[in-house]
C-alpha cells in the first residue's frame, strides 16, 4: 500500500516517518483509505498509538506525516525464533490492550491487528500503527471494501469476520490474542496450507493451549488468553478489559485479597454493646481492655447528698449495735453459772466453799 521514510520536520526541528502512498494515487479506493488512515489516527491521541501530524499530496501521491517511532516491530522480534516470556507478553498485552481500547472509545476498529503492526519504540513501549484499513463503527460508508471481500490477514482474521460478517471491537480483540499467542510459542494459533482452511480452522477448531506447545505461561495467563479467542465474539473481553487485567498480577495466578468484613450490627442495651463503635472494634486488644478497667474519676458531691446518705449510715451502726447487745444477752442467759443461781430450792447461803475452784 505504502512505503516509509525517515524524514525530518524542517518547520519544527524533528524527525519524522513519512508513510508515501504507492501508485500514482488515481485509485479512489485506495486514496480514500488513505485519506481515512490520517483522519482516524488523527482523532487518537494515545500513548499507545502512533501519532499522525499531517497529511497532504506531493505530485500526485498522497502522504502521512507520523511520530518516527525509534524500534523494531514484534514481526521483528519474532523473526528471531525465541518466543518471549509471560512477563514480556504481559506488557505487550496491556499496552497494546490499552491503544485499541482508546481507539474503540472513538468508534474506530483497526481491523489488522498484526505483529508487524505493533512498533516498539526505544524504551519498549507498544506502539499501535497503520490504521489504513480501519473504519468507523458508526459510519458504515467508511468501511470502503465490497460485500463479501475480506480486507485483513488471515492469520489473525475473527471468525465472524471469516464468515463475513462486519467487523467490531471484538475482532482486534480476537486479533490480539492470535498475537499474544505466537509471541508465547512462537506459531500462530491456527496453520493451514491455504487461506481458506485457514479461514476454516479460525471458524471451528479450538487452539492448542500454549502451554502444550512447550510455553512457560501461568494458568491464569493461559486461560485468560483462551478467552480472547473465543469463536463467539460476545464472549471476548473488551479491550478496556483485557488492558486493566493485565496491569495487574493477575495474569500471574496470585490469589486476590479479600474484601474487608462489614461491621456487625449492634444491638441496644444487648450482649452487642460489648462490641462498641467502630473506634472501639479496632483498637488493640489490649487498649480496649485498658479502657474498661480504668476507674471514673471521683465526684464532688453537693451538701445535699452527703444529707440524704447519712440516715443509711446511722442505720447501719444501729443495727450492729443491737445485734452485739442481743448476743451478750444471749450467752450470759444461758451460761452454766446463772443456770445453777436460777435453779429452784437452791440456798446461795449453804454453798460450801470446798466446790468452788480457784
Request: proline residues 9%; aromatic residues 6%; negative net charge.
Amino acid at each position: 500500500m505504502g512505503e516509509v521514510w525517515r524524514a525530518n520536520d524542517e518547520v519544527l526541528g524533528r524527525p519524522v516517518a513519512v508513510k508515501l502512498l504507492l501508485g500514482d494515487g488515481t485509485d479512489p479506493s485506495a486514496a480514500a483509505r488513505f485519506r481515512l488512515e490520517a483522519q482516524t489516527a488523527a482523532r487518537l491521541g494515545h500513548p499507545h498509538v502512533v501519532a499522525v501530524f499531517d497529511f497532504g499530496s506531493w505530485e500526485g501521491r498522497f502522504f502521512l506525516v507520523m511520530e518516527l517511532v525509534e524500534g523494531d516491530s514484534l514481526a521483528g522480534r519474532l523473526e528471531s525464533g525465541h518466543p518471549l516470556g509471560a512477563e514480556d507478553v504481559a506488557v505487550v498485552a496491556a499496552q497494546a490492550a490499552a491503544g485499541l481500547a482508546a481507539a474503540h472509545q472513538q468508534g474506530i476498529v483497526h481491523r489488522d491487528i498484526k505483529p508487524g503492526n505493533l512498533m516498539l519504540d526505544a524504551v519498549g513501549s507498544v506502539k499501535i500503527g497503520d490504521f489504513g484499513i480501519a473504519r468507523f463503527v458508526d459510519d458504515p460508508a467508511n468501511a470502503l471494501t465490497m460485500t463479501g471481500q475480506i480486507v485483513g490477514t488471515s492469520l489473525y482474521l475473527a471468525p465472524e469476520r471469516a464468515l463475513g460478517q462486519t467487523a467490531g471491537p471484538p475482532s482486534d480483540v480476537y486479533a490480539l490474542g492470535c498475537v499474544l499467542y505466537q509471541l508465547l510459542t512462537g506459531r500462530p494459533p491456527f496453520q493451514a496450507d491455504s487461506p481458506t482452511g485457514l479461514l476454516y480452522q479460525h471458524i471451528d477448531s479450538a487452539p492448542v493451549p500454549p502451554s502444550r506447545l512447550g510455553a512457560d505461561v501461568p494458568a491464569a495467563f493461559e486461560a485468560y488468553l483462551l478467552g480472547l479467542l473465543a469463536k463467539q465474539p460476545d464472549d471476548r473481553p473488551t479491550a478496556q478489559a483485557v488492558a486493566d487485567w493485565f496491569r495487574t498480577d493477575a495474569w500471574r495466578g496470585r490469589p486476590e485479597a479479600l474484601p474487608a468484613a462489614a461491621p456487625r450490627p449492634v444491638a441496644p442495651g444487648g450482649a452487642g454493646n460489648e462490641a462498641g463503635s467502630a473506634t472501639t472494634r479496632h483498637r488493640p486488644p489490649a487498649v480496649r481492655s485498658a479502657s474498661r478497667r480504668r476507674a471514673a474519676p471521683p465526684q464532688r458531691r453537693s451538701p445535699g447528698e452527703f444529707i440524704r446518705y447519712r440516715p443509711r449510715v446511722a442505720s447501719a451502726i444501729a443495727g450492729a449495735v443491737a445485734f452485739v447487745v442481743a448476743v451478750l444477752i444471749g450467752m450470759v442467759s444461758f451460761s452454766p453459772e446463772s443456770s445453777s443461781a436460777d435453779t429452784p430450792g437452791a440456798d446461795p447461803s449453804t454453798t460450801s466453799s470446798e466446790g468452788t475452784s480457784p
